[in-house]
């Protein structure tokens, strides 16, 4: 084409109002993504041909153009799903400019009378090309929560692993029917099985899906739904037959006594083996690992130090009077009262029971200082621990880096640097890691720890305090890597722990006793539950 075609042809292209349809499809699309992020792949064929062929026949020479065509064909049949199994074009208006209009209407309709077939992934920031010399073409610029933001998987490698998340969601749908999965459910919400908050997320999202595919008014809806919950499923979720929630599953549907239920289930949600590989990881999951940490720029997380005070998130301090510690109870001259004491308004013996819910809600926003009796026997005590370096990308499911870790059946208060049978001055209660902020992860389990004063785990030697389980998806891959690495790492600044303390974990029961100082009064507690 000689430059006098190329005006004429630009000129033609202005008098179709061809830029008051680009603007018609952009502004379609943006109103698409922001009703509904996700977008996806259909089946649609024949889109460039229905594209020329509703054009006018004097427009048709001008349309046929390879830049359009690759967009045409790769972003065309793209739909968004609605939460009633609907779909609509992503690109693709109602209404457009008269020599347009019967094209995009055609287009539309191909699009959303289309199979869905698989979750749309893209890293592009802008989808086609927008002008090539004198020519503008169709095109788009995403806004960043469309775009893929993976670094260990392509977009096409996502795509695939979508597909076959749809394939094991539908064999799971069909293998445990939805009243087995609501029994499922009933029986974790009991939290008669142990460690029952790791999996009741999963249980919840699957009867959700029955009940959605349920309510769907065709089998092609029925289809969709299941498209809408696979591309927004927590990982691990469609993974229905090989996560804990379908063993759980299987021993339902078999019928086994509730004895054996949770006999089974507790063993396999066991610290030590829930998501903890048992073997040593291979040549090339250490090869993995190493293009993981790589592309992730998350080698420095992995370098653990204990955490400070100035590290954790906590929903109490004591009052700037009460900071200085409390004479020690116990000892030579224990039984003397110093000058100025408290007066003591309950006994140990005669402590009020209550559980944390209540204790916080009406005692601890009143309290001005907290003391723990630290009791004889083993305990649930636990250790904060961060990044090393404070500049790290985080590894974590969680929007901060602290993890916490504990000894599986609890440890004496000696591993501690605590005296058993004496109160020990608690400096900052802290919630769970995960709980912190507006988007707290329940699925990881509600607890609540009470910072002590001078704890700290005089017996570490190796552990770097945070498990394959607590990451984020893109290292499930190489957890076999990870575990190893963990196992023998070492955390820093043990004898510089400031986030040390006695953790409260929902599900189990406790009988911790707090002696809490409020306007001058000291008042016992004992905390036997969460709620």
């Known amino acids: 084409m000689n430059d006098q075609q190329q005006v004429a042809a630009t000129a033609a292209n202005d008098d179709d109002r061809y830029a008051d349809f680009l603007s018609a499809v952009r502004s379609h699309f943006s109103a698409t993504v922001a009703a509904s992020p996700r977008l996806f792949v259909t089946d649609a064929a024949n889109l460039w041909e229905t594209y020329l062929d509703s054009a006018p026949a004097t427009e048709r020479q001008t349309r046929t153009c390879n830049t359009c065509r690759y967009f045409i064909r790769r972003f065309g049949g793209l739909v968004s799903i609605s939460e009633a199994g609907r779909t609509t074009s992503a690109v693709w208006p109602e209404d457009a400019p008269p020599l347009h209009v019967d094209a995009t209407r055609a287009l539309k309709r191909l699009a959303e009378r289309a199979d869905v077939v698989g979750v749309f992934r893209a890293k592009e920031a802008t989808w086609g090309t927008p002008t090539t010399g004198p020519w503008t073409h169709l095109s788009l610029r995403p806004p960043l929560h469309v775009l893929s933001t993976s670094v260990v998987e392509t977009p096409a490698q996502e795509m695939a692993a979508k597909r076959e998340e749809y394939a094991m969601l539908l064999r799971g749908l069909a293998e445990f029917p939805v009243d087995v999965v609501r029994q499922a459910v009933a029986v974790l919400e009991s939290e008669a099985l142990y460690r029952s908050e790791k999996v009741l997320g999963g249980a919840k999202w699957l009867l959700d899906v029955h009940a959605r595919r349920a309510a769907a008014k065709s089998g092609r809806y029925r289809d969709d739904l299941t498209w809408l919950a696979v591309a927004g499923a927590p990982p691990g979720f469609c993974h229905v037959r090989s996560s804990m929630i379908g063993t759980l599953l299987e021993d339902l549907v078999a019928g086994l006594p509730f004895d054996a239920v949770k006999r089974r289930f507790s063993e396999k949600m066991h610290p030590l083996q829930y998501q903890r590989p048992q073997a040593a990881p291979s040549a090339g999951n250490i090869a993995q690992a190493e293009k993981i940490v790589e592309a992730l720029r998350s080698a420095g997380g992995l370098e653990r130090r204990y955490a400070k005070l100035a590290d954790i998130e906590t929903i109490w301090l004591p009052t700037a009077s009460a900071t200085e510690p409390r004479a020690p109870t116990g000892g030579v001259f224990g039984h003397l009262a110093p000058r100025e004491s408290k007066q003591v308004t309950t006994s140990i013996a005669s402590s009020t029971t209550m559980t944390w819910v209540k204790f916080r809600s009406i005692v601890l926003t009143g309290a001005e200082s ?95 305090g945070m498990f394959p389980e607590q990451m984020k998806s893109e290292y499930h891959a190489v957890r076999r890597t990870l575990e190893a690495y963990f196992k023998n790492a070492a955390i820093e600044g043990r004898d510089e722990a400031e986030a040390c303390g006695i953790a409260l974990v929902k599900g189990f029961s406790w009988d911790h006793v707090f002696r809490v100082e409020s306007r001058g009064i000291l008042s016992a507690y004992k905390l036997d539950r969460w709620d």
């Open 370 to 464: 907290i003391e723990f009796l630290v009791p004889h026997q083993p305990a649930n005590y636990t250790a904060m621990v961060t990044a090393k370096n404070a500049d790290a990308l985080n590894l974590l499911q969680w929007d901060n880096p602290v993890s916490h870790y504990v000894r599986v059946n609890g440890s004496l208060p000696s591993e501690w640097n605590l005296v058993a049978g004496r109160f020990h001055r608690v400096t900052a209660v802290s919630l769970r890691s995960w709980m912190w902020g507006a988007k707290p992860l329940d699925h990881h389990g509600a607890g609540v720890v009470f910072v002590l004063d001078g704890a700290r785990d005089v017996a570490h030697e190796r552990g770097g």
